[in-house]
């Protein structure tokens, strides 16, 4: 695993810096957006999805390479920079948001195999699915819950 720093955003500024590694982050991954949508979302993500989050930044080499988004309990976004996966930065971000946020649920896009099996693989379990994700759009969207630890760490 590459060593991660996880720090807290540094406001407004850095928004510019995230939007460019949501958008190489769903270039790899979101294949199944349509360019109209995806461009319609990275439109809004300064102004309208960032400013409502907590927003958590993890930084390789000084670099930020990835992001985490909560409200509550509830982790809204998580983004590595495609050049960053498989190394350990979505887990760190993860491990944080669980530890220090109290994260419990995630929502995932469906048809984002690699991220459903990446959640799976640390202890969430689907709950519930819709067939339109939050602005009506024909993506399915699985609510994931992060089943709870008993004393020694296995899953209840």
């Known amino acids: 695993m590459t060593a991660v720093r996880i720090r807290d955003c540094a ?8 939007v460019e590694i949501w958008r ?3 270039e790899a991954t979101h294949h199944f957006l349509a360019e109209a949508d995806r461009a319609d979302i990275e439109g ?7 400013p409502n989050v907590r927003l958590t930044v993890a930084e390789v080499e000084g670099q930020p390479v990835g992001f985490a988004g909560t409200a509550g309990e509830h982790l809204e976004m ?3 920079r495609a050049d960053a996966h498989g ?5 760190a971000l993860l491990e944080h948001v669980v530890a220090r946020q109290r994260v419990r649920g995630v929502d995932v896009n469906e048809q984002n195999a690699q991220a459903v ?5 640390r202890g969430f379990v689907v709950t519930r699915r819709s067939e339109l994700d939050e602005a009506g759009r024909p993506y399915p969207i699985l609510g994931l819950i992060r089943q709870p630890q008993d ?6």
Do not use: H, I, Q, W
């Open 117 to 121: 099996r990446f959640y799976r693989r």
């Open 151 to 156: 004393d020694t760490g296995s899953r209840c």
């Open 11 to 18: 406001g407004p500024a850095e928004y510019p810096l995230l």
């Open 87 to 91: 190394r350990g930065v979505g887990s």
């Open 44 to 50: 809004r993500l300064a102004d309208a999805y960032f």
């Open 24 to 26: 190489s982050a769903v």
């Open 78 to 80: 998580l983004f590595v």
